[in-house]
């Protein structure tokens, strides 16, 4: 469910192409033309106005825009103009290098991304940095963060409805035992959570609930503190209710002084084209105040802009 506005007569991509090079040309730059232009195309629209520049004018438009703008601008601009596998390959590339720190972007990769999307990621990968994700998730993780994000990245899961309603109780047994022996890194419980279709897992956590009286992710909170234990409740709720996890992302990126500006870019121009609307419901659910207000009142000038016209609230 996208909630970018696009306009009903979009430009051709030539004349896009057109508009973006007269916006770099000259004194300064026309940085409300760029978020007019890439701020409202859809993904399909943004890769043909990439290869049309580059036939065009023989030059890369995302280097030129790295070349005119700057800041967190330059960094929304940048991520939202690549194909979305593209990006998100760039997104795991550097997240190898600042692990632990940075396990939940990788999670989010393998977590909120529908099994063929995933798969695109890890050939984007393969082309880009010359090895597999797995293997430099591999190589940059350890212990328990490890066990459980290579099968993660690895998984090519179902994506249909149908669910074993026996399976799921049997399952989620499986889980209650492990969690009560705090064996939260046993490899059943990984197996289970790396290789079953989202709307088994769903089935299986309510039947955990059902069965036991709490929310898996209640029953994970014995070391609220435990890094591993965050990484798998996160995971967990991405698998199931995304819109919740990134919810919250953007609160707490949000929240109290200063603003974590990496974040705030990555969940809007990651999720615009998915499911920012729920994102948006969810939201003003649970912080009483739109989330265009919120990003407003954080951010400002052109990175405000832009985001607020990824997120569907651009007034150009």
């Keep these: 469910m996208a909630s970018l506005k696009i306009p009903e007569l979009v430009p051709s991509a030539a004349e ?3 508009q973006l090079r007269k916006a770099f040309v000259g004194l300064g730059t026309d940085e409300a033309r760029i978020i007019q232009i890439l701020g409202h195309r859809n993904a399909a629209q943004r890769k043909l ?7 065009t004018y023989e030059k890369d438009l995302l280097k030129d825009l790295d070349g005119e703008i700057s800041g967190d601008f330059q960094g929304v601009v940048h991520l939202w103009t690549m194909d979305p596998s593209e990006r998100d390959a760039c997104l795991a590339n550097e997240a190898t290098k ?3 720190d940075s396990n939940c972007i990788i999670m989010e990769i393998a977590c909120a991304r529908p099994s063929d999307d995933l798969f695109k990621v890890r050939q984007t990968y393969h082309t880009c940095y010359k090895k597999s994700l797995e293997e430099d ?3 940059h993780s350890t212990g328990d963060f490890r066990k459980l994000l290579v099968p993660l990245v690895t998984a090519f899961r179902y994506e249909g409805d149908e669910v074993n309603m026996a399976l799921a109780s049997n399952e989620a047994k499986i889980l209650h035992e ?13 197996r289970i959570l790396s290789i079953r279709s989202k709307t088994q897992l769903n089935a299986t956590f309510n039947q955990y609930n059902d069965q036991f009286g709490n929310a898996i992710n209640k029953d994970l909170k014995s070391n609220p503190k435990d890094a591993y234990l965050k990484l798998l409740r996160s995971a967990i709720k991405c698998l199931t209710e995304p819109e919740k996890y990134f919810e919250k992302v953007l609160r707490l990126a949000m929240k109290g002084l200063g603003t974590d500006e990496e974040s705030l870019t990555r969940v809007v121009a990651t999720r615009a084209e998915v499911d920012m609307e729920l994102i948006k419901e969810r939201y003003y659910q649970r912080n009483n105040m739109p989330l265009d207000r919120a990003i407003s009142d ?6 405000e802009r832009m985001l607020l016209a990824l997120i569907g609230h651009g007034d150009l």
């Design 137 to 139: 998730v591999s190589d």
């Design 16 to 18: 896009d192409s057109q």
């Design 178 to 190: 492990k969690i009560s022996d705090n064996a939260y890194n046993d490899e059943e419980l990984i």
């Design 98 to 100: 600042r692990l632990p």
């Design 49 to 55: 106005i990439r290869e049309t520049y580059q036939t």
């Design 298 to 303: 954080d951010t400002s000038g052109d990175y």
